[in-house]
């Protein structure tokens, strides 16, 4: 079975520090992965994807996530933190094969708040 | 430009009454989905749509009935079966390998 995990309910940091927001995974065949931004009372914003290739993959804003096998995670990651950043993040996972076609398995979500 | 539209914005529903949420999408996506947002519990999906005149239950189904007559549109129903409809509808697409695009959501409550 698919399953997704985000071990953090809320992440806070303040501007300008680097961010991480955990994903940690489980999928039959080979992982397709991504996270998801979502703003009040908005439907979510696709931020990147990892399908294949580069275990370091960049997105949008200046978020990356970094793709590990052996540990089954997909951790968001940024540099420099912005206020603006501030939001609910969703990972999310999808079976490479199987005729549910594109259908994702989402985390519970991670509540980041960035201190001015 | 393309994309996911959801209608209403919020809704409201009384006692033993059905109620239709849209979903229209112009990107020619094959597949469309409903899901439920909960506080706390991440997207629960409802139903889905591979394709026009088909479509499978999701994780909670129950209380709930959708169509897919175009391929445009994927409309779902909360039925007075659904005891507890309260929650934030979001809509989704996606092409063959590519990320779901979603709607802007639509926010049930009870009056």
């Known amino acids: 079975a698919q399953s997704v995990a985000q071990p953090e309910d809320q992440v806070n940091v303040a501007e300008g520090n680097p961010l991480t927001v955990k994903c940690t995974y489980s999928?039959?065949?080979?992982?397709?992965l991504f996270w998801y931004v979502q703003y009040p009372n908005r439907g979510l914003q696709f931020l990147l994807k990892y399908i294949t290739g580069d275990n370091l993959v960049k997105g949008s804003y200046g978020f990356e996530a970094e793709f590990n096998k052996s540990q089954t995670s997909f951790h968001l990651k940024k540099p420099s933190a912005l206020v603006s950043d501030s939001a609910l993040y969703f990972c999310a996972v999808r079976a490479s094969g199987g005729s549910t076609l594109g259908r994702l398995y989402f985390g519970r979500g991670t509540q980041l708040t960035v201190w001015p | 430009d393309g994309g996911i539209t959801q209608s209403p914005k919020y809704l409201f529903r009384k006692e033993g009454q059905n109620v239709t949420l849209s979903c229209e999408q112009n990107?020619?996506?094959?597949?469309m989905y409903w899901y439920r947002q909960d506080p706390g519990q991440g997207l629960r999906l409802i139903y889905y749509s591979q394709i026009v005149n088909d479509f499978q239950k999701g994780d909670i189904a129950e209380g709930y009935s959708v169509s897919r007559e175009k391929k445009e549109s994927f409309p779902l129903t909360v039925t007075s079966a659904q005891k507890n409809p309260t929650a934030f509808y979001l809509c989704?697409?996606?092409?063959?390998?590519?990320?779901?695009?979603f709607g802007d959501g639509t926010r049930l409550s009870i009056l």
């Open positions: 999928v039959s065949g080979n992982p397709y």
């Open positions: 990107l020619n996506h094959d597949a």
């Open positions: 989704a697409s996606t092409p063959d390998f590519g990320p779901q695009h």
